[in-house]
């Protein structure tokens, strides 16, 4: 027994998107079903929904920034009840024996973490996201919103903000230290706001000054254009932790050079071309250069109570779900302030 739910979907690689039917399973006893209200729109929806990552599963239905209520529990379920403010990430499954899933890091599974949509569960079955009324979770990969973020404004952080807090945390964004935040996008905006929360000394590095007010108001110190190359001279060495969110090719020496000794240059941001690198950059001054990727469900529960504290949500526009193609072409145009988020009630 499956439930029919309404749904967009992307019948095809690149072909827009429009209203299907999917089925859902019945909730098993670890499930639980939630009513979904709003769903944010990633970068990497479009990436997948195009395929230009890689071959994707079709039909698709994206979306892994889902925020809702619980509508029913399984006979086993003990964290969740109706009723209860809930959301789901990037994943909804993963061994859960491993070393890393069992240290609480479920996006590094030995055997592979279940994405929330575009991948093939371990029932077998495909997973879809979150453009679509309702979706069944495991109660173990389902969060919970604390009462004081709006479930709009949360939704984005599902993907958006662990992607940026996570990064912030492990290198240790704080007082006395000088962050900087490449590009101010979806996911560029919600990084600034959390270093500026975990009392950095942030900067924003964008390709103009266009949005400068913007980044200073969501709590940037300080704002450069990058289409500037002395901008590259002026701040050299300044900075401890670089988190670059582009997906442009960027010049990784010229970067590099900004940090610190010591400091680290982190890409949750990545260009489809391989990038190359003099490493000469790296050794003067023992410099990283790193990736991240999300972050597990333990740090993801973290990061909500962490924005809910500081009243930290996501700048959105909120759509009908008849304007997600265009909203597609608006992000790939950067013409987004900062997160479209689809009122699922209009699908
Ligand atoms: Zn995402
Ligand atoms: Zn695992």
């Not at 509508?71 to 964290?79: F, H, I, L, N, Y």
């Not at 964008?206 to 940037?220: C, F, V």
Request: proline letters at 5%.
């Amino acid at each position: 027994m499956t439930r029919t739910v309404p749904a967009y979907a992307a019948p095809a690689p690149g072909a827009p998107l429009e209203r299907t039917t999917i089925e859902r399973r019945t909730p098993g006893p670890h499930d639980v079903l939630i009513d979904i209200a709003y769903s944010g729109i990633c970068h990497s929806d479009i990436h997948q929904a195009r395929d230009g990552w890689a071959e994707g599963i079709f039909p698709m239905v994206p979306g892994h920034e889902i925020a809702g209520t619980v509508a029913a529990v399984g006979d086993a379920v003990t964290r969740f009840a109706v009723g209860d403010r809930v959301g789901v990430g990037c994943l909804v499954d993963s061994c859960r024996t491993c070393e890393f899933c069992l240290a609480g890091q479920e996006q590094n599974c030995a055997d592979g973490s279940t994405g929330t949509y575009n991948a093939i569960g371990r029932d077998g079955e495909p997973t879809y996201g979150g453009y679509a009324t309702q979706v069944v979770v495991d109660e173990n990969f389902t969060v919970r919103i604390p009462d004081s973020l709006p479930l709009d404004v949360a939704a984005p952080l599902l993907c958006a903000g662990i992607t940026m807090y996570s990064p912030l945390r492990h290198w240790q964004a704080g007082p006395g230290k000088k962050v900087a935040v490449v590009g101010l996008g979806g996911l560029g905006h919600m990084g600034v706001k959390i270093a500026h929360a975990l009392g950095a000394e942030v900067t924003v590095l964008s390709q103009s000054l266009r949005k400068r007010e913007d980044g200073l108001k969501l709590g940037a110190d300080h704002y450069h254009a990058t289409a500037d190359g002395k901008v590259f001279d002026e701040l050299a060495g300044t900075f401890d932790l670089i988190v670059s969110t582009v997906s442009a090719p960027l010049k990784l020496g010229g970067y590099l050079k900004l940090l610190r000794p010591d400091g680290a240059l982190v890409n949750v941001g990545a260009p489809e071309e391989p990038v190359s690198l003099n490493l000469f950059s790296l050794i003067g001054g023992r410099k990283t250069l790193a990736g991240s990727n999300i972050g597990g469900i333990p740090e993801t529960q973290e990061m909500l109570d962490f924005c809910a504290e500081h009243g930290l949500g996501a700048e959105i526009e909120v759509i009908r779900a008849d304007q997600i193609n265009e909203a597609y072409e608006r992000v790939v145009a950067s013409d987004v302030r900062y997160r479209f988020v689809i009122d699922t009630a209009t699908i």
